[in-house]
Every structure is written in C-alpha cells, then in structure tokens.
C-alpha cells in the first residue's frame, strides 16, 4: 500500500508501488516557452535512500528520487485519473485480457539512448526473474505474455482480467542498455540512476544529500526549477531549524509545527502551509509468528487497550483521523461498518484472562506458565508521531499489564536487520495507501517470505481468496463487496491495530510559484514550480 504522500519528506514509509503514489507524478505538459527555468529546491528528508534501482528498493526515501528521475507507462493525474505517460494511449481488448500500449516517440534516455518498447519488456523481465529479490513481481507474474512487436508497441496478455493491470504500468521502466545481461545487484544504476525523467541524477552523498538537475530534453518540456536537492536531516526539530533559517525550501511539518510553531507573521511571509488527509495510515503491528500473537484474543485486548482519539489528540493535535483499516476513509473500498473496539481497558484484561494471562505474583504484569506479559515495540528514528504514540501505547498497555519496551532504530538498520528479516515482536509503521485497491502483496499469505511485504506473516485462507478474487474483478461494486469482506476480517482478527490518518502537512518557500493543491496533493504538477527570475535564491 503503498507510502507515502507530501509528506514523504516528514515520514518515511514503505511503499507498495511507485505508480501508486499520487505525489510522484509531474502533471500534463504546458508550453515551455511560459516556464521560467531557474533557482534550486532544497527538501528535507528524514531518511536517506537505499537503492536507486525502482526494482530493488521498497522506501519512499529512495521512491522521492525515482519519481523524478524515472517514468512509468502511465500515471495518476491531478485527479487521480489515469492518463499516459511514456504511452501516448493504450487500447484493452474486448475481453480484458490484452493491453496494448502505444509509446511515445522521440523519448531519449538521460545518456541520450532512445527509449523503445525494448525497455519496457526488459523491466517487465526484471520483474519476473526469480534472480531478482523485488517486492513487486506477483503482479507482473499475472502477465501470460509480453512482446515488443516494434519499437513503439509494447503488449501484454493476462490470463485472466487483472484490475490493477493498467496502473501496474505506472512502474518506473529501466534502462535495457544500461542493465541487460549484467548482474541487476551489482549495477552502478543503485547509486547513479540513468531515467528518462524531468531531472537526471548528479550526486549521492550517503547520509547527507541526493542532487538532481533539470533534464532540458524532457519530452513534457524543461521542469521550470533547475536543481533539487534532498538533504538528509534525521532529526525533525533540526529539519525545522534548517527550514526557518533558509537551509530548507520543502518539508512535511509535524502536527506541532504547523499548528503552533509556524502562526507568526514571519513565517508566513516566507512559506506557504498545505493541509489535506494523506494518502498513508499508521499502524500498530503484530509479528504472527510470535505465539505471544497467536490468540486473537490478546489482539483484540490489546485494541480496546488503546484509545485511538488520545492519539490522534496527543499526537496529531487533531490533525488527521481515525483508521480501521488499510483504505482511506471516504474512498470506495473503504469500509466504515467494520467491528470497532473502543477504549475499555476492563475488557482489554477480561480477554487477556481469557487467553490464560492473569498476574499470579502481584507485580503488576500480566503472566502465564511463569512468563511475563512482555515484548518490544520497534519503530524508526525521526518520525516524532510512531515514536508519540509508541509512547502513549507503551503506557496504556502498562495499565493493563503489558510490559512494552519501545525501541528507536536507525531506518536502514531497522529495515535491514529487523523487518525484512521479521525480527521483531511488534512494530510502529506506516503505509501509503493506493488508490487502486489490490493489497495482495501485503495480506497474501505468499507474500510472507523475507524482503516481502507480509512481514508480520499474515495467513487467512479467506482472505486469500478475496484478495484473489478483488484483483481478479472489473466490477466496482462487486470489487467493493470482496474489499468489504477483507476488511471485515482483518478487523476482527487484528493482525495489525489500525491507528490514524495523518494529514498531510507540507510548508513550501513562497518564492515558488504554480503550486496546485488537488486531490493528488501538492507534487502532482512539481515540473511546473518555477521561481521568478527577480526572486531567484541560487545560481546554476
């Protein structure tokens, strides 16, 4: 489900699909000759990348940077409808089961190659090769057969209907001259990206930047801001400093900033504030591999042990909402009627005696056969809001006898040395949410291998089949039904307690102009941002 969301800058979330994430997009084309080319973006990240390579990475540190230096076939618009991007149109046969691609003519790659249907078949063979160790393969595994009948031609056969078939396209396409027939692993490309994007890679500097410059040959026309940098800042109140002192143009203020730390005439003079519901939830989740979490029970309990609105008060300054499950509230898969377990700690214990945990020695902890009630709750480094609310989660399961220690890691270390390899009892994330809803790769229980996305190792035979069968259906509302159903039981079986959804929070220096708040958010036009020349900060 993909991070994200403006504020990717702020969280940092791992995310399903590059082409399902609203804020990576540039918009439609305008007349260059109207754009004011000129003057750098500073934007502040929380996290640095891990792979420049879209197929081997699964951060949204590392996606920020692919949206901009990559294209997909088609993708998102300002209004979340689905419009072309290196495909000019597409055609879907009667039966729903080929699509044919149309592609546009004249693209180069950034070391001036030409982009051809050639492209776009090596990436979709990269998606499918067992060698390579991608979270995104199972639905491109859907395909029956790929061709690439001339260069501008790309088609694809499905065995069946796949609904998210057409934004599944929306992936980054790959250089074949630059990867094929060399170890993917191994490429320069995961740290110096070749794209046929608005910007083309200049520099990494691990832990402190990422630099991009305007590609002049952009088939959209030249992006009217010249460079980009990401400058890594791992400490949110140090990101805000930077930003208030000019070190920033761009970040994802907290809950705290925006409604406290920013009302003063001076900063509104020098920055604009955005505020809608983002496209990610945050969530509480349960390693089902542990057998502390195998009784549904002590999920349950430990639901009613949590008051989601003293988070969302405490945490979001009432700045987001409710989640109860892994769509967006007011979206149509999104289902409002599931169970719900509202605060009530006298039920959280009653199950928990259910399942056999009672404190026999006074000590205040809930134990059974002689082990306490105790486990660790991990989350990263520089997100204030996981670690708030691990905070306040930690004390309220104390009040009911659940010893909780809650541990802070660095991002690339939690990722690599706890999640991906399921080390962990319970973890504080996020996810972005897509649009489309198909969440096989993250409730499948074939997705549950190391790497992949089920890392909590979720299994439900029904729920299996709806996932199966909501992929599978072109139907909305017989989609909806399957997506209702999946969530139902999610809610009921709590493998993971569904928290909030935060708004979206951006502050952008009002020197930059074309900004264009949508149901997208804000970067959906970002190719179009352009500084006037007279209030230009720096030169090329």
């Not at 729903?96 to 063979?125: E, M």
């Not at 890691?409 to 649009?435: Q, R, S, V």
């Not at 017989?478 to 928290?499: G, M, V």
Request: glycine share 8%; net charge neutral.
């Amino acid at each position: 489900m993909g991070n994200h969301i403006d504020m990717r800058s702020f969280f940092i979330i791992i995310f399903l699909s590059f082409s399902i994430f609203p804020g990576c997009r540039r918009g439609a084309s305008e007349p260059a000759a109207e754009r004011v080319v000129g003057d750098t973006i500073l934007m502040g990240t929380i996290g640095d990348a891990s792979n420049l390579l879209p197929v081997l990475a699964s951060d949204s540190a590392s996606s920020d940077i692919s949206g901009l230096v990559y294209n997909g076939l088609v993708r998102y618009d300002k209004n979340l409808q689905l419009e072309g991007e290196l495909a000019e149109s597409w055609s879907v046969s009667p039966d729903n089961r080929t699509i044919t691609f149309h592609l546009r003519r004249g693209v180069r790659w950034h070391d001036g190659t030409p982009f051809t249907s050639a492209d776009v078949l090596f990436t979709y063979q990269l998606l499918v090769d067992p060698k390579v160790p991608t979270a995104y393969a199972d639905r491109y595994l859907q395909v029956q057969r790929a061709e690439a009948p001339d260069p501008h031609t790309f088609r694809v056969h499905y065995a069946q209907p796949l609904a998210s078939a057409l934004i599944s396209w929306g992936f980054p396409i790959h250089p074949r001259h630059l990867l094929a027939g060399r170890d993917v692993l191994r490429s320069p490309l995961s740290r110096a990206p070749v794209g046929t994007g608005p910007f083309r890679f200049v520099e990494w500097v691990p832990g402190q930047k990422i630099v991009l410059e305007a590609n002049p040959d952009y088939f959209e026309g030249a992006p009217g801001l010249h460079r980009v940098v990401y400058r890594i800042v791992p400490d949110p109140s140090t990101m805000f400093l930077e930003l208030r002192s000019g070190g920033l143009d761009f970040m994802g203020l907290s809950p705290i900033q925006y409604a406290m730390q920013t009302d003063t005439p001076a900063f509104r003079r020098a920055f604009n504030k955005y505020r809608y519901p983002s496209f990610s939830y945050t969530y509480l989740g349960f390693n089902l591999r542990r057998p502390l979490f195998q009784d549904r029970r002590v999920r349950q309990a430990l639901a009613h042990a949590v008051d989601k609105q003293e988070l969302i008060d405490g945490v979001l300054l009432g700045l987001g909402q409710e989640a109860t499950g892994p769509y967006k509230p007011g979206t149509w898969p999104h289902n409002p009627d599931v169970r719900r377990y509202p605060y009530d700690p006298e039920r959280a214990r009653q199950l928990l005696a259910e399942a056999g945990w009672r404190d026999t020695d006074g000590d205040g902890i809930l134990d059974r056969d002689g082990r306490p009630f105790a486990f660790t709750i991990l989350t990263n480094q520089g997100n204030d809001q996981r670690i708030k609310a691990g905070e306040i989660i930690q004390r309220r399961f104390r009040e009911i006898g659940v010893d909780v220690r809650l541990r802070v890691l660095e991002w690339a270390t939690f990722l690599k040395e706890f999640l991906n390899p399921g080390n962990f009892d319970a973890t504080i994330m996020g996810w972005t949410i897509p649009i489309d809803p198909d969440a096989f790769n993250v409730w499948h229980s074939s997705q549950t291998r190391p790497g992949e996305l089920n890392f909590i190792g979720f299994r439900n035979k029904e729920v299996d089949r709806l996932l199966e069968q909501g992929r599978h259906t072109l139907d909305e509302q017989a989609r909806q039904r399957h997506y209702h159903r999946f969530q139902e039981i999610l809610a009921e079986e709590q493998p993971y307690l569904f928290l909030f959804v935060p708004d979206s929070l951006p502050a952008v220096a009002a020197r930059f102009r074309g900004i264009d708040p949508a149901p997208a958010g804000i970067m959906h036009n970002f190719i179009h941002w352009q500084v006037p020349p007279q209030e230009q900060k720096y030169q090329r």
